[in-house]
């Protein structure tokens, strides 16, 4: 949530800034906000003058009566202004829901070096290795899991529908492989704290988070009103909701599997061959709360994270830095992971890198006291697939593919999985 303060205090500045964004419903989002805060100081003036009239007025009824005077006048005064202060309060409450809600379709202020545009304005940073190139034709990734017999996506629809994959024999034993192979290296060697979250989660979390209300049309909601977990991110964001930390506790590093849930609401048609979009995937999500000063560095620090994942399993990949048009609804600033995959010949976005300042915090209210009589100030909050399955594992196969059918299983994972590839007679 961006702070009501700045837009208060330097609304072309903001309006300015979240033009970036290239929406065209924020500016009159922003007029709305702005005319009922200017509405509710107004009130709350007035409220407190009638507050300080009552308390004069109090003590009038109070002297008179101890006079053994006739207060009765004075006192349908004083019930006058106390039925005036409770109609006031009640009209502010219905100001600060209304803002609140105002905000919370606010999107975030994208940081100064992210580029301006849209989705062709994305820029490469960095690269690792270079694409597969096989001197066979390389197959995707659906017919390689068919003819191993490690991915049934006929049998998955059938039980579930479209977007539901089902893997079996080498295929689950390399799903659970990888995310075995991500949390040990998160945990032992980059020292995040693994966390078993809960799959559902409530409206508050989801809306900490900022997906609700930007993506609720993309999120499975259960009779009571839980969410099917889109990410991890969002529990273990939440685990701190409402507390104040320490500045001694920073950063706070967690990591977490979950499956994940998605509608992918408005992709009919698109990316429909094989698990390239899918409505159930797993995942594995590193987050990390820190101070607003140790911020840029900590975004540095969680897309290192990742990229040593992808670099020992072996994968290409390239770093994108997401343009304004392109970033999510809660990032200041977005860094995409995309690996290369032989056998559909493009490259796959694996993970996505954010920083959120402390717009996530401010929903949350998750808030660090930088010294002990200090006063408690809002942490920064970044996130990453670190990294997620379905893409991963499509690069996997469809890199390591031989000519003989098999699939070769990258060194690093080896100890996981307990041989060196797959073949159709092994799966």
């Known amino acids: 949530m961006i702070d009501i303060k700045q837009l208060r205090e330097a609304p072309d500045r903001v309006r300015q800034a979240l033009g970036r964004r290239r929406r065209a419903d924020l500016d009159k989002r922003l007029d709305d906000i702005l005319r009922d805060d200017q509405d509710w100081r107004r009130l709350v003036q007035h409220t407190e003058k009638l507050k300080a009239d009552l308390n004069k007025a109090s003590a009038e009824v109070a002297r008179l009566k101890r006079a053994k005077e006739d207060a009765g006048p004075a006192m349908t005064g004083l019930k006058d202004l106390s039925d005036s ?3 006031g309060d009640a009209e502010l409450r219905e100001y600060e829901a209304r803002i609140q809600d105002q905000l919370l379709q606010i999107p975030n202020v994208p940081l100064p070096d992210v580029p301006d545009g849209d989705a062709a304005s994305n820029k490469i940073v960095g690269e690792w290795g270079k694409p597969t190139k096989l001197s066979f034709n390389a197959k995707p990734h659906w017919e390689l899991g068919a003819s191993l017999g490690i991915l049934d996506l006929e049998r998955g629809a059938k039980v579930s529908g ?3 994959p089902m893997f079996i024999g080498s295929g689950a034993k390399l799903v659970r492989a990888l995310i075995t192979f991500m949390l040990d290296i998160h945990t032992t060697e980059h020292g995040y704290v693994e966390i078993a979250p809960p799959l559902l989660v409530n409206r508050a979390s989801a ?19 839980l969410y099917l977990v889109p990410t991890a991110e969002v529990p273990v964001t939440n685990v701190h909701r409402d507390e104040v930390l320490a500045a001694a506790e920073l950063p706070k590093t967690y990591c977490a599997y979950t499956p994940c849930f998605r509608r992918e609401a408005g992709a009919a048609g698109k990316d429909t061959r094989g698990i390239l979009r899918v409505h159930q995937f797993d995942k594995v999500e590193i987050v990390r709360l820190c101070r607003p000063d140790d911020s840029p560095a900590e975004h540095e620090t969680i897309l290192r994270h990742a990229q040593v994942i992808l670099e020992r399993l072996e994968l ?8 304004t048009g392109d970033m999510g609804f809660s990032s200041a600033k977005t ?4 690996a290369w995959a ?5 490259w796959l976005e694996v993970s996505s890198a954010s920083t959120f300042t402390d717009f996530q915090a401010r929903r949350a209210n998750i808030r660090y006291r930088p010294r002990p009589d200090a006063k408690p100030e809002f942490v920064h909050t970044l996130n990453a697939s670190g990294v997620a399955l379905p893409r991963t594992l499509i690069a996997l196969l469809e890199n390591n593919q031989q000519a003989d059918g098999s699939v070769r299983i990258p060194k690093a994972l080896v100890p996981y999985f307990g041989r060196d590839r797959i073949t159709p007679q092994a799966s």
């Open 335 to 338: 860094y995409d992971l995309e």
């Open 85 to 87: 202060i409770k109609a």
């Open 162 to 164: 479209s977007g539901f």
């Open 207 to 225: 809306q900490g988070t900022g997906q609700l209300p930007d993506l609720e049309n993309n999120m499975y909601v259960t009779e009571d009103g």
């Open 342 to 346: 032989a056998g559909v010949g493009a």
């Open 316 to 323: 290409p990949y390239r770093t994108v830095a997401l343009s």
